[in-house]
């Protein structure tokens, strides 16, 4: 079955970029309708979604965040990263990387996250 | 941006109790839009229900959903000791992919 784990820094300076990265097992990133997606998780708060992003480079990302997201997948390595430039303490959350799997018809797909990582908590503080 | 809006968002029950938990979309949506994750203290997230009705593989059958146009539920017909936990729903029709704010069950 497929599996994800997040990696990365716990600690962040302010200012600086959030580099984190998901790595696949158990399937392959470069096959399939899915799209790969980065959710993230304050302290106490309820869940928010950054980004997703397809084998193929379709993308798409929260427009509060979208000038400071980018987001890449790896085909070689199996894995799909998230950078998140000019952090600030607002930035500070649990980050989990999930699969969206398709369900219904080509073109008019639905999608749902069906598989999560563990999560990778980060801080942001000098 | 569609706007997800739950409730309550908390409540109280005890071990059997029939829970419902209601989920608003800012517009209308397509059910099969509409899903719903159960996430425990610590946890990640794990989805329960997608496309508002249909089971995830291995989720008890106490689970389920229904709703359409804006109003969405999540029921759970006989509440189990570990279901106490929060719950989140989530529309897939239009980027940003929004979440509920929660509903956290609580034992009473």
């Known amino acids: 079955q497929v599996q994800l784990q997040e990696s990365g820094p716990g600690l962040v300076k302010p200012s600086e970029t959030l580099s984190l990265t998901c790595s696949v097992s158990g399937g392959s990133v470069g096959s399939g309708n899915y799209y790969w997606s980065w959710i993230r998780q304050p302290p106490g708060k309820g869940l928010e979604w950054i980004a997703y992003?397809?084998?193929?480079?379709?993308?798409n990302s929260r427009l509060s965040l979208k000038s400071r997201v980018t987001m890449s997948v790896d085909t070689s390595k199996n894995q799909f990263s998230l950078k998140l430039d000019s952090v600030t303490a607002a930035d500070t959350a649990m980050y989990y990387c999930?699969?969206?799997?398709?369900?219904?018809?080509?073109?008019?797909?639905?999608?749902?996250?069906?598989?999560w990582g563990k999560g990778t908590k980060v801080t942001v503080s000098s | 941006d569609i706007q997800m809006t739950q409730s309550p968002s908390s409540l109280s029950a005890s071990v059997g109790d029939r829970v419902t938990i209601t989920c608003r979309a800012s517009?209308?949506?397509?059910?099969?839009?509409l899903n719903w994750y159960q996430q425990k203290p610590g946890k990640a997230p794990n989805l329960l229900i997608y496309a508002a009705s249909s089971l995830e593989s291995g989720v008890p059958s106490r689970f389920s959903g229904s709703g359409s146009g804006t109003d969405f539920t999540l029921t759970i017909s006989s509440l189990q000791p570990g279901d106490f936990a929060t719950y989140y729903c989530q529309q897939t029709y239009s980027a940003p992919l929004n979440f509920g704010g929660g509903t956290k069950v609580e034992i009473k």
């Open positions: 999930a699969r969206a799997a398709p369900t219904g018809n080509y073109p008019y797909y639905s999608y749902y996250m069906d598989v």
């Open positions: 517009q209308s949506i397509s059910s099969t839009y």
């Open positions: 992003m397809s084998h193929s480079g379709s993308t």
